[in-house]
């Protein structure tokens, strides 16, 4: 009877655990039937223990693999990404470095004038698709090699979820097309036609298409069937990257870039830059190298002139510099003259004259007559820190004959290179 009691103050508290409250006065009087419900509380002890240890070992077990298509996903967006979700530093290193490198090299061949505009294909070609494909591969075979064999057993029964992300995040509706949701696929590639559309309009575009693309991949992932312990946080995480990626590139990313090294504009101009530039040719304009080094004569540049209301508030200008601060500049007999230091020089600018000496305008009643002029007929003297500007076309450009001379902080960059049309593709010379 002692014996029985010590045991059962003993496993008193598994015995709670396990949801049984006994005493020794519950116990039957016979010494076989105590001992014999002692064994099966024991028994039933271990086995509940057992199980719990277990349940806990396969929690640990499946905690430690990582989903390929997750991190393929990963490595779509952001080369190297996929490869820190699986904890492989050295390759997401070796990927986020050459992402960097290549950046960087598209940058220089961009707003460098040695580089034809055709070439630019290649940086762009490397970055934006042959490097996400070898590092979607590289994060999958890695991922996938140390992942427990039967996790990925059971990881291809039925449709992979995240694989039917990675597909929307390729082309929306392709990953309901996967998941043969015909309807679904249909409407999510509309929503993305007009996506793009709209892209051309607005630059909150990319707002509203990383809310698509969230909304894309969320209902994607929830109508897959099966959805594994290892992802109930995942899918959150995912489209918190995914928005940040996106944000970053669109708006950080792109402001410093057409803060600090390019801009892609269209040009408007008519025919005052004929035959150099012409209306609807769509120009870089490099901003990087005016940050180490003035402007320089002969070079066309994009001008933002404040105030004119004839050109609207912020009119944008290209024309090429002819003369410098301090120099003379007169526009005479057909011919564009500099005076410097050592005497008046024909400037390059002349072979571009038409005829006129004078800038025509056609008025309102269809009158032509010419603007009040800097430089023409008489000599001009350039302000320090000024520049005189000219179009190509003489005779139909507003420049520096009726502006004056622009300072130096209007001067937005040098126009480098024609990147469209196709036909048109050409070193602004």
Not at 265 to 271: E, F, H, P, R, V
Not at 280 to 305: C, K, L, N
Not at 407 to 422: A, D, F, L, S
Request: one cysteine or more; glycine letters at 8%.
């Amino acid at each position: 009877m002692a014996f029985c009691a010590l045991l059962a103050l003993t496993r008193h508290v598994a015995w709670q655990s396990i949801g049984i409250s006994c005493t020794i006065e519950a116990l039957p009087y016979s010494g076989a039937g105590k001992r014999w419900l002692i064994a099966a509380l024991w028994q039933q002890t271990d086995l509940r223990e057992y199980h719990s240890h277990g349940l806990q070992a396969s929690q640990v077990q499946e905690q430690n693999n990582k989903e390929p298509w997750l991190a393929v996903s990963l490595s779509w967006i952001v080369p190297g990404a996929g490869h820190l979700y699986a904890g492989h530093w050295a390759q997401a290193l070796f990927f986020l470095g050459i992402t960097g490198v290549l950046h960087a090299v598209w940058l220089v061949s961009l707003i460098s004038v040695c580089v034809p505009p055709v070439y630019l294909a290649v940086p762009f070609a490397c970055s934006s698709i042959f490097l996400p494909i070898a590092a979607s591969v590289s994060a999958f075979e890695d991922t996938r090699k140390h992942n427990a064999v039967e996790f990925e057993k059971n990881r291809s029964v039925s449709k992979d979820p995240w694989l039917a992300v990675f597909l929307s995040i390729v082309l929306p509706g392709l990953g309901h097309a996967y998941l043969r949701r015909v309807g679904f696929c249909f409407l999510y590639l509309t929503g993305f036609a007009g996506l793009y559309l709209l892209s051309w309009t607005t630059t909150w575009a990319s707002v509203l298409y990383v809310m698509f693309i969230a909304t894309v991949c969320t209902h994607a992932y929830a109508l897959c069937q099966i959805h594994r312990r290892t992802v109930r946080r995942a899918m959150l995480v995912f489209l918190l990257f995914c928005g940040s990626a996106e944000i970053f590139d669109a708006f950080l990313l792109s402001s410093i870039q057409r803060r600090f090294f390019y801009i892609a504009t269209k040009s408007s101009l008519g025919m005052s830059m004929r035959p150099t530039l012409k209306a609807g040719d769509q120009v870089i304009v490099d901003r990087f190298t005016y940050h180490w080094r003035p402007p320089d004569v002969g070079e066309v540049v994009a001008v933002r002139v404040n105030g004119m209301t004839a050109w609207g508030p912020q009119a944008f200008l290209m024309k090429r510099i002819v003369a410098l601060g301090g120099q003379s500049v007169q526009v005479c007999d057909h011919q564009v003259y500099v005076g410097h230091e050592g005497g008046w020089s024909i400037s390059d600018q002349s072979r571009c004259a038409s005829g006129h000496d004078h800038p025509f305008v056609e008025t309102q009643n269809g009158e032509v007559r010419p603007h009040f002029a800097y430089g023409v007929g008489e000599p001009y003297r350039v302000p320090e820190g000024h520049y005189f500007l000219l179009g190509d076309n003489l005779r139909y450009s507003t420049d520096s004959r009726s502006l004056g001379a622009v300072p130096r902080e209007c001067i937005i960059g040098r126009i480098v290179k024609i990147y469209w049309p196709y036909k048109r593709m050409a070193i602004v010379r």
